[in-house]
Each structure stands twice: as C-alpha cells, then as structure tokens.
C-alpha cells in the first residue's frame, strides 16, 4: 500500500518560495503518477500539477503555470513542488495524491497524505 507524506510548508511573504515534498513509501512509487493539489479555506480542492511516472507533467491550473514546477526522485521515493512568486491566493493546505496516470479527476486519486499548510502573507 503506498502511502503519502507531505512536508515543507509554512508562512511565507509574497513573492517568495517554497518547496513542498511528498514522500511515498510502499513498492508500487515507481508505477505512479504523483499529483499535488491544494484546497483553500472554504473552497473546493483543486488540482495543481501532476508529474506521471515517466515524468510527463500535467498542468491542472493556469494560475500556477510559469511559477509552480513539479519534479520526481523515484530513487528517494518523493516527488517535489517547487512553488516561486507566491501570492496571497496560494494560501491553502497542499495535498498529494496517487494514480494510474495523471488524471483530470480527483475520484481517480488515492493514497491522499494529510496535507501541509502553506500561507502567503506580509
């Protein structure tokens, strides 16, 4: 069973960066694409990259293009989440999750770790 853990978040000012981390463990982390998603206070949780295992990227957002970048190490099992540029409307609590392929649904995500919380604010 492959399970997710999320680190890396914190309170930072606009336009700085941070980089979130997802550490599976389990046998299966090779197979999988890995997607990071982020829900923020009263709204729906939303996709924001996703990265297959061959390394294909998916982009979900468009407000991240350009600023959010998503990378694997399948020797260290963990998949990353360079984020840069940060606004106050990427305050939310940042997921990752597990699939087949990188999916539009989140139905098809599994594996869900308990999320880091990553606040902009001056």
């Known amino acids: 069973q492959l399970q997710l853990v999320e680190s890396g978040g914190g309170l930072v000012q606009p336009g700085g960066s941070l980089r979130l981390s997802c550490a599976a463990s389990?046998?299966?982390?090779?197979?999988?694409?890995i997607g990071w998603f982020r829900q923020a206070p009263g709204k729906e949780r939303e996709g924001v990259l996703c990265?297959?295992?061959?390394?294909?990227?998916?982009n979900y957002a468009d407000s991240v293009k350009g600023r959010f970048t998503i990378s694997r190490d399948n020797a260290k099992k963990t998949v990353y989440l360079e984020i840069n540029s940060l606004k106050p409307e990427d305050t939310a609590v940042y997921y990752c999750?597990?699939?087949?392929?990188?999916?539009?649904?989140?139905?098809?995500?599994?594996?869900w770790g308990q999320g880091t919380q990553v606040t902009v604010s001056s």
């Open positions: 999750a597990a699939a087949g392929y990188c999916s539009g649904y989140l139905r098809n995500f599994g594996s």
């Open positions: 389990g046998f299966t982390f090779d197979y999988r694409a």
């Open positions: 990265i297959s295992s061959s390394g294909g990227r998916t």
